[in-house]
């Protein structure tokens, strides 16, 4: 799901607003909380390293990192690095030690696009926004990307439809391909494909984080498997769509592997949105919550699993297993008529889009403003960063080698 995860996203958008003033008063004061006559408790800017710099090489495609403990570069084939440059065509690609990108407990809080420089500054401690703690569901590790999460719409599970903050399932069908090259929904003995939905998160004491599946071999429609309560709690489990057998070892044979709400596929497999069963959503894309509750919802979807491979007939493309990160958000802007904002940095295609700001066509001007939470790969120290600059060793030419140059702002473990 994030890869959906919509406690997140909420949580998100509270914090942003929060933002907006760190202090608890309108000025920045701590709040006077029911005109209590207590003097305000002094709070300590746990941020007790400033300014520190981050520079890395834009003519490289060597991986390039930073240890917010050691607060300088660091070996990026370690495990002691936080956050990880790598470039391609003369821009990076972001990722940070956590989740689907390292081994380690990094995780994001803002996009570059939904935090500004100025104010992260008034931050005086990573855990609180104000006066109020940040909830753990807020931080975002990098995640897999593939056709369960990387499609416009809802995900496969809906949170919190019945305000006891569980997840519901929405019956969405995938199809998953072992042969990508190959736009067929129906495969072959040797690389079959498969349409593949999850109806049930909860296992039967109520405990979240156990995935059951429903599934066909696109060839014999009417033959249904299922996969139940695969305990994806702790670590990635892994399905073998062929046997039906679940294991937490990645050395035999799958297809799907489910972490919780997030999935990845294995290598060569591709996989793509089918079919959100009818009556799950409005006009409006809202949940329609008597759906979501009925009691035979899971009857009422197995038509559409079975008749999937007759009614789609071929897929436009397999989207294969990807990264994504908070660091990396979509750009911004119609590539030749207008600046593409990247977040971090803003790219411009041509010397008329460039001239304003000084700069020749396909270069590229840092944005300071925009700026980013990180928490390290131990998970007890954190770094607010912006990009301060990217420079070009022959100004006038844009094919000349770029220095990045990041200012970081660092709370310590304690």
């Known amino acids: 799901m994030s890869h959906l995860n919509l406690a997140k996203l909420f949580a998100l958008s509270t914090l942003s607003t929060l933002l907006i003033a760190c202090g608890g008063g309108s000025d920045g004061s701590p709040s006077n909380n029911g005109g209590s006559t207590n003097p305000p408790t002094t709070q300590t800017d746990l941020f007790t390293v400033k300014a520190k710099e981050w520079s890395f090489q834009g003519n490289t495609t060597e991986a390039q990192c930073y240890d917010i403990d050691l607060q300088q570069a660091a070996n990026c084939s370690?495990?002691?690095?936080?956050?990880?440059?790598?470039?391609?065509?003369?821009?990076p690609t972001f990722s940070s030690n956590g989740g689907a990108s390292g081994n380690g407990k990094a995780a994001v809080l803002y996009s570059p696009f939904d935090a500004t420089w100025a104010n992260l500054s008034k931050l005086i401690d990573a855990n609180k926004q104000g006066n109020d703690a940040i909830p753990a569901s807020a931080?975002?590790?990098?995640?897999?990307?593939?056709?369960?999460?990387?499609?416009?719409?809802?995900?496969?599970?809906?949170?919190?439809?019945?305000?006891?903050?569980?997840?519901?399932?929405?019956?969405?069908?995938?199809?998953?391909?072992?042969?990508?090259?190959?736009?067929?929904?129906?495969?072959?003995?040797?690389?079959?494909?498969?349409?593949?939905?999850?109806?049930?998160?909860?296992?039967?004491?109520?405990?979240?984080?156990?995935?059951?599946?429903?599934?066909?071999?696109?060839?014999?429609?009417?033959?249904?498997?299922?996969?139940?309560?695969?305990?994806?709690?702790?670590?990635?489990?892994?399905?073998?769509?062929?046997?039906?057998?679940?294991?937490?070892?990645?050395?035999?044979?799958?297809?799907?592997?489910?972490?919780?709400?997030?999935?990845?596929?294995?290598?060569?497999?591709?996989?793509?949105?089918?079919?959100?069963?009818?009556?799950?959503?409005?006009?409006?894309?809202?949940?329609?919550?008597?759906?979501?509750?009925?009691?035979?919802?899971?009857?009422?979807?197995?038509?559409?699993?079975k008749e999937l491979p007759t009614t789609v007939k071929q897929v436009n493309s397999w989207t294969n297993n990807g990264v994504k990160s908070l660091l990396n958000p979509a750009y911004k802007g119609a590539y030749g008529r207008e600046p593409l904002n990247f977040g971090w940095y803003t790219y411009y295609s041509t010397d008329a889009l460039a001239a304003p700001v000084g700069l020749k066509a396909h270069m590229i001007k840092a944005n300071p403003e925009a700026a980013s939470l990180i928490r390290g790969n131990t998970g007890n120290s954190y770094a607010r960063l912006h990009l301060k600059d990217v420079k070009y060793a022959d100004p006038s030419n844009a094919s000349s080698a770029t220095t990045w140059t990041f200012e970081l702002d660092i709370q310590p473990a304690k």
Do not use: C
């Not at 002691?80 to 003369?90: F, H, L, Q, T």
């Not at 736009?183 to 059951?212: M, R, W």
């Open 78 to 91: 370690g495990t002691d690095w936080d956050i990880k440059a790598v470039m391609n065509r003369g821009t």
């Open 139 to 305: 931080w975002s590790q990098d995640a897999y990307s593939n056709g369960f999460t990387a499609t416009t719409g809802y995900s496969f599970l809906e949170y919190n439809l019945f305000g006891d903050h569980r997840m519901s399932p929405n019956f969405k069908i995938y199809f998953v391909t072992t042969d990508t090259k190959n736009l067929n929904t129906v495969g072959t003995e040797d690389k079959p494909v498969y349409a593949v939905q999850i109806y049930n998160y909860y296992n039967q004491s109520g405990t979240s984080g156990y995935i059951s599946i429903r599934y066909i071999d696109t060839r014999y429609p009417d033959v249904v498997k299922t996969i139940e309560n695969v305990d994806a709690t702790n670590g990635w489990a892994y399905l073998d769509l062929k046997s039906g057998v679940a294991t937490n070892s990645a050395t035999q044979p799958w297809q799907l592997a489910f972490n919780r709400y997030n999935v990845q596929t294995n290598t060569g497999i591709g996989s793509t949105i089918g079919l959100q069963p009818t009556g799950f959503y409005d006009a409006d894309s809202k949940p329609i919550i008597n759906k979501f509750k009925s009691a035979t919802v899971f009857v009422d979807t197995l038509a559409e699993l």
